[in-house]
């Protein structure tokens, strides 16, 4: 278990984060991007939309990558033309130490100050983004309001509480029914109740909330759901309640706690939850789950046998990357839940180290085949070498190589104009070159991962790594919501 004391903050503990691909950049500007190799699609309209960290001012106290300012990258694509566009997501928190001159909050790295109960972590809403009911939504990690952003000209048009039917924050990455067109999502807290999950109807109103028995505080990031089930965790990552106690945080890996996953009916009460145990592990994001009949559920996501750094009891002879007490070494698996004997089995797909894993969001909650994954360079830190498509069908994997030195974002697939096969469509991210901070975007064809790049843009600014990613087709962004 790794501590998280305040110490003062010296030159040398100068985190890896605010350098290189990470460092931060002072300039909102919109620039016409220049086409350096293949050609621009005629069926790809829209807009690519990334989120990441960006701190506006100088943090104190150590820096962990999840605490700066959300800012928004977004490549409008059409007519032949493509151009970027980036701004600050202008939250509470940004508004007010924009008027102070200062930085006003410390990071996760820190001792919590509780006197800012209850914002006492600064809401950056720097790490999801999803579009929902009209308009684009960006989203915190730890659970926060839900800013809207307004396009193209990504302003901020402030929270969206569904209406006044929102009574609880949401995490970072609710999912979108597209069948039913309504919002699933979770909220969770180090005091009860510990885990709280919801659904908000396609007309924008939370339809239900509902809190869920724990036994303590969870560190929980992501939710899947099928056609009956929204799928809950309860990881053996936890946070260390003693510590908490004492005004510190810190994580802990219960590696005699089993890990358990909550089947909660949507159509039905949260004392009605199936819960399935497995051995201890932690999964940060879900690519999809559906149902197979009346008996079997599949869910399939990137697990962490070893998700804390530093740990004494970590087995795994892989260098992985870090990133504050979190270590990085998830796989692909999935896992099938039969309902009728109540058994769960797992199954690892791939034996590469890969995350951000993107999918054609379309298919969320029904049977899919095709997700993308990001790899993790062989280095310290969190950056992505390669894009790797995996066949849940088939069970082959194919990998998209950024350049020697290069290292790319979230892909997000991208379907064609027209488009209805599942993976007839581009992948589309940022790739970064190290070296010297130029960037570009590239358009990569998802049904032939192993061709040349159809299409590579250069962006004249340089764009620091971020988190995820959205698609935004043209009919939807034609069908905004006013601001």
């Not at 809207?148 to 402030?158: A, S």
């Not at 197979?292 to 004494?312: K, M």
Request: with cysteine; hydrophobic share 35%.
């Amino acid at each position: 278990m790794t501590s998280l004391e305040t110490t003062p903050r010296h030159a040398e503990q100068r985190s890896r984060y605010l350098d290189g691909i990470y460092a931060p950049t002072d300039t909102e500007s919109i620039q016409t991007l220049t086409v350096i190799a293949g050609a621009l699609p005629d069926d790809l309209e829209g807009v690519f939309a990334r989120n990441g960290a960006n701190p506006r001012f100088d943090p104190p106290g150590r820096y962990h990558w999840f605490d700066g300012d959300g800012m928004i990258h977004t490549v409008q694509f059409g007519g032949g033309e493509a151009t970027y566009r980036n701004r600050y997501v202008q939250t509470n928190g940004f508004l007010k130490e924009a008027d102070a001159g200062r930085a006003l909050w410390s990071g996760i790295m820190e001792r919590p100050d509780l006197t800012k109960y209850p914002e006492v972590f600064k809401d950056t809403a720097n790490t999801d983004l999803v579009w929902f009911n009209g308009e684009l939504l960006a989203l915190w990690w730890l659970g926060g309001d839900a800013y809207r952003i307004g396009l193209p000209d990504l302003e901020t048009r402030g929270i969206q509480d569904f209406n006044g039917t929102l009574h609880t924050k949401m995490a970072a990455h609710p999912k979108v029914d597209q069948r039913t067109g309504e919002m699933l999502y979770i909220d969770f807290d180090p005091l009860p109740p510990y885990l709280t999950y919801g659904a908000i109807s396609a007309a924008g109103e939370v339809t239900r909330s509902e809190s869920v028995e724990l036994t303590g505080p969870r560190l929980q990031h992501d939710v899947a759901f099928t056609d009956d089930w929204m799928i809950l965790f309860d990881f053996s990552f936890t946070w260390d309640t003693d510590s908490m106690v004492s005004g510190r945080s810190q994580l802990k890996f219960q590696r005699e706690q089993p890990t358990r996953f909550g089947l909660a009916p949507r159509r039905g009460a949260s004392t009605m939850v199936r819960w399935f145990e497995t051995d201890p592990c932690f999964m940060y994001h879900v690519v999809n789950a559906w149902q197979e009949g009346d008996d079997l559920i599949h869910l399939v996501g990137c697990r962490s046998i070893e998700p804390l750094a530093d740990d004494p009891d970590n087995e795994s002879t892989y260098d992985a990357p870090t990133l504050g007490m979190l270590r990085l070494e998830p796989y692909l698996t999935q896992w099938t839940f039969n309902l009728r004997t109540g058994s769960l089995v797992h199954q690892q797909l791939v034996d590469v180290a890969a995350e951000f894993p993107r999918m054609d969001d379309r298919l969320l909650g029904q049977p899919s085949r095709y997700t993308y994954l990001q790899r993790f360079a062989p280095r310290s830190t969190l950056a992505f070498d390669a894009v790797v498509g995996h066949d849940l069908s088939t069970g082959n994997s194919t990998a998209h190589l950024w350049p020697e030195g290069w290292f790319g974002g979230e892909t997000v697939f991208c379907p064609r104009t027209g488009a209805t096969a599942e993976n007839d469509g581009y992948l589309v991210t940022f790739v970064v070159e190290e070296a010297t901070g130029a960037t570009e975007v590239h358009v990569v064809d998802a049904s032939r991962l192993e061709d040349e790049t159809v299409c590579r843009l250069s962006v004249p600014v340089r764009v620091p790594a971020g988190y995820h990613a959205w698609w935004i087709t043209a009919a939807e962004l034609a069908g905004q919501r006013p601001a």
